[in-house]
């Protein structure tokens, strides 16, 4: 692993500063190689010299013996003698800068001296900017031969950091050493330097990872002197949880031993969860295999050490505290019962003690419910704890888990459904809700049936795809008993204005349908759709006598009703007649209300007796096709 950073320069007064940086190469033998390319195409005559010092960070004792090389090239390096210096002329220009000057950028390799105390390579990156030609025109002669001097400080891996780690046992307040943890060490390094050796500024940077021994030690050697560095602790891979920081300071052997840490704060809690198969899984074989997987390793006690499975006597272990639940229907009596409700089971951990699993003793019964109870589990008083002390957090859906044997999936019939009930019993258009009792069995076959699903819809409900089918949705489920087949019932209410929508959706009676699910889970066929809907006539609540043009004389009568009708005959007349000493004629409907619940009709002839005159309604009916409900007494117009 390398990394590569640029030099920063600036011209001041004729004088180059070069910014430059120093990454670490961390690892022996890594490749080095930053842009290893034959030197760039000259489009410019200018060339310039490289000048500097490797010493000592600490003490700025020279360091000689080490090889700088430009762009990895043999032929562009030079190595420091014995005060540190080197030297690399004939660094050629790549590019115009405005006429006047040209530059270079270069990738620089640093080698240490072997046996040193500093890390074996380095990377930077230096850009030099050169002068015009003689001419002022670049490329036009020899350029000025500018150069700049940069130093390069070291730093010695003198330091060593050492410590253990251990946690407290929730179980029994033991103190158990962490074992086998990833531990990280992290360093602020000065990676950017100022042509004088300055440091600009930090970089974290991860220099090393180590894992503890089976007495919770960590140890780091080779640490950088003079940096800062922060210590975590990486648990199973989880982000790091900062343990010590601090600074060694320059020296021979700068060191620092910790006393023991106590990370039991740090740790992630105890968890398992349910592999296979899954909660209210329909099995396909009487002997089922259950498997609970840990996020570490259950410790090994008397607790967790399985026992004989029929025993009901000795040392308390998990084996009596993790069960099937053999009360309810669950057909012919196991054999293996430990106790009249509770069916044996063996459990039995893997090698690493992070798996466990669990199988009845006996095989149990086809087309039946059962309910594997794993509150052992939980027992950390007695026991049941991971190798820290701590007991279970979790178990995703709690500690019994429902399961049907299935061996057979043959496909249930549909029910036989019937309503026997509805509330209102009278329903409109308007109506807020609607409640039906539903009554449905089972079909022919023998299917033992797990429960009933029931889908609706009603004119506000939305096409929900791979919910039910067209604009039906599943609203609730029906247990059923899967060894009796007696009449099922269910009530069930659809609210929200039902019948018209509140999406503004056309009138819709509110229909249900049924479908067996079996005690497999096998869904059957889809049962009759039962339909409830609007049972109530429109009724006509006002009529009154209009002056549409203000000429003092009634020309329309205005009728409305109670609830919306989806069609007006365009001649009145076919609908409605006005009785009365000397009533006008009815003629073509003039204004439909947006709502369909109000007609303007013209009329002609007669004399309009207001108060004295009544109106007749027939032939219109409502979007459930219910007349007009008017009593015998014909209307008066007002």
């Not at 060339?47 to 990895?72: C, K």
């Not at 995703?396 to 009930?421: K, L, R, Y």
């Given at each position: 692993m390398h990394h590569e950073t640029r030099f920063w320069r600036?011209?001041?007064?004729?004088?180059?500063?070069?910014?430059?940086?120093?990454?670490?190469?961390?690892?022996?033998?890594?490749?080095?190689t930053v842009n290893e390319t034959t030197t760039p195409e000259?489009?410019?005559?200018?060339?310039?010299?490289?000048?500097?010092?490797?010493?000592?960070?600490?003490?700025?004792?020279?360091?000689?013996?080490?090889?700088?090389?430009?762009?990895?090239?043999?032929t562009l390096s030079a190595r420091t003698g014995s005060g540190g210096a080197f030297s690399i002329s004939g660094l050629p220009a790549t590019r115009s800068e405005g006429g006047s000057t040209a530059s270079g950028t270069y990738n620089l390799h640093v080698a240490t001296p072997t046996g040193s105390p500093y890390r074996e390579f380095y990377t930077a990156e230096v850009e030099l900017v050169f002068g015009g030609a003689g001419n002022g025109e670049i490329g036009s002669g020899p350029g000025t031969n500018l150069g700049a001097s940069v130093t390069f400080p070291l730093s010695k891996l003198n330091g060593s950091l050492t410590g253990s780690l251990f946690t407290v046992s929730d179980f029994n307040g033991d103190e158990l050493p962490l074992i086998d943890q990833e531990v990280v060490l992290y360093q602020d390094l000065d990676l950017r330097y100022t042509a004088d050796g300055s440091g600009v500024d930090s970089d974290r940077v991860r220099v090393a990872s180590t894992r503890t021994g089976t007495d919770g030690s960590f140890s780091f050697d080779n640490v950088e002197e003079a940096a800062s560095y922060d210590i975590e602790l990486a648990f199973d891979g989880a982000p790091g949880q900062q343990l010590r920081s601090g600074t060694l300071d320059p020296g021979?052997?700068?060191?620092r031993t910790f006393e023991p840490i106590d990370v039991s704060s740090t740790i992630p809690d105890f968890t398992a969860t349910l592999v296979s198969p899954n909660r209210r899984a329909d099995v396909d074989t009487a002997e089922p295999e259950f498997i609970i997987a840990f996020n570490r390793p259950v410790a090994a006690n008397a607790y967790t050490t399985p026992g004989d499975p029929l025993s009901t006597s000795g040392p308390a272990n998990i084996t009596d505290d993790i069960f099937i639940d053999g009360t309810g229907s669950e057909g012919p009596t196991p054999k293996a019962r430990r106790t009249d409700d509770e069916i044996a089971v063996n459990v039995a951990f893997n090698s690493t003690?992070?798996?466990?699993?669990?199988?009845?003793?006996?095989?149990?019964?086809?087309?039946?419910?059962?309910?594997?109870?794993?509150?052992?589990?939980?027992?950390?008083?007695?026991?049941?704890?991971?190798?820290?002390?701590?007991?279970?957090?979790?178990?995703?859906?709690?500690?019994?888990?429902?399961?049907?044997?299935?061996?057979?999936?043959?496909?249930?019939?549909?029910?036989?459904?019937?309503?026997?009930?509805?509330?209102?019993?009278?329903?409109?258009?308007?109506?807020?809700?609607?409640?039906?009792?539903?009554?449905?069995?089972?079909?022919?076959?023998?299917?033992?049936?797990?429960?009933?699903?029931?889908?609706?819809?009603t004119a506000d409900t939305d096409d929900a795809p791979g919910v039910g089918d067209?604009?039906?949705?599943?609203?609730?489920?029906?247990?059923?008993?899967?060894?009796?087949?007696?009449?099922i019932t269910a009530t069930n209410s659809a609210t929200g204005s039902p019948f018209y929508g509140d999406d503004g959706s056309d009138y819709e009676p509110v229909a249900w349908y049924f479908r067996a699910i079996s005690i497999n889970g096998v869904a059957g066929e889809a049962s009759s759709i039962i339909e409830v809907g609007d049972n109530v006539g429109v009724g006509l609540t006002s009529t009154t006598y209009l002056d549409t043009d203000?000429?003092?004389?009634?020309?329309?009568?205005?009728?409305?009703?109670?609830?919306?009708?989806?069609?007006?005959?365009?001649?009145?007349s076919?609908?409605?007649?006005?009785?009365?000493?000397?009533?006008?004629?009815?003629?073509?409907?003039?204004?439909?209300?947006?709502?369909?619940?109000?007609?303007?009709?013209?009329?002609?002839?007669?004399?309009?007796?207001?108060?004295?005159?009544?109106?007749?309604?027939?032939?219109?009916?409502?979007?459930?096709?219910n007349g007009v409900d008017i009593d015998e007494n014909d209307i008066t117009i007002f």
């Open positions: 600036t011209r001041m007064s004729g004088t180059l500063l070069v910014l430059f940086a120093i990454s670490a190469l961390f690892l022996s033998g890594c490749d080095t000259q489009p410019f005559d200018a060339t310039g010299t490289l000048s500097g010092r490797v010493i000592d960070r600490v003490t700025s004792v020279p360091v000689s013996g080490a090889l700088i090389r430009v762009d990895a090239q043999e021979e052997n700068p060191s003690r992070d798996t466990l699993t669990i199988t009845p003793v006996d095989p149990l019964q086809d087309g039946t419910e059962y309910q594997l109870d794993v509150g052992g589990l939980f027992n950390d008083s007695a026991g049941f704890v991971d190798e820290y002390g701590r007991g279970i957090d979790r178990l995703p859906g709690g500690a019994e888990i429902n399961f049907s044997i299935g061996i057979n999936t043959d496909t249930p019939d549909a029910p036989n459904v019937s309503v026997t009930d509805v509330t209102p019993e009278d329903r409109d258009y308007f109506s807020g809700s609607v409640t039906a009792r539903l009554e449905f069995t089972p079909g022919d076959n023998s299917v033992p049936v797990r429960e009933y699903e029931i889908y609706r819809r067209d604009d039906f949705e599943l609203v609730t489920t029906v247990s059923a008993t899967n060894t009796s087949f007696g009449v203000a000429d003092g004389t009634y020309d329309a009568l205005r009728l409305r009703f109670d609830e919306p009708i989806p069609s007006f005959p365009t001649d009145a076919t609908f409605a007649t006005i009785d009365g000493a000397n009533a006008p004629s009815i003629g073509n409907v003039l204004e439909i209300d947006a709502g369909r619940q109000q007609v303007i009709v013209d009329i002609f002839g007669g004399t309009p007796a207001s108060g004295t005159d009544t109106v007749e309604i027939s032939d219109l009916s409502d979007y459930a096709g």
